[in-house]
């Protein structure tokens, strides 16, 4: 069975498992709310090992709500596929990497 962890320690958050359409609705409204307390926000992709097209959108609404909270996300160690499929979606602009 998928299964995604989000481990929340101050300005950063940790990614951990699958982030595709069987797991991204584990995410509740709590959870956008504890990653938007700092002003900034990075979310390490080191350990997820797969993402499809429902964790890219996601994502994308990550920053949406990110910005309507006046808080900026980041994004590091992004998995080669999540890269990939958001420059097929071309949506790869919009991803805040560092």
Do not use: Y
């Not at 584990?26 to 700092?38: A, D, G, I, N």
Request: with cysteine; charged share 20%.
């Amino acid at each position: 069975m998928s299964h995604i962890e989000l481990n929340i320690a101050d300005t950063s958050a940790t990614l951990i498992g699958e982030l595709t359409r069987h797991t991204v609705g584990q995410f509740s409204k709590q959870t956008f709310t504890q990653l938007f307390v700092p002003d900034v926000m990075t979310l390490d992709f080191a350990q997820v090992d797969r993402v499809d097209t429902a964790g890219l959108a996601w994502l994308l609404l990550l920053i949406e709500q990110a910005k309507k909270h006046a808080c900026r996300v980041n994004f590091i160690n992004l998995p080669s596929g999540l890269l990939k499929l958001a420059k097929l979606s071309a949506v790869d602009t919009f991803l805040p990497i560092d």
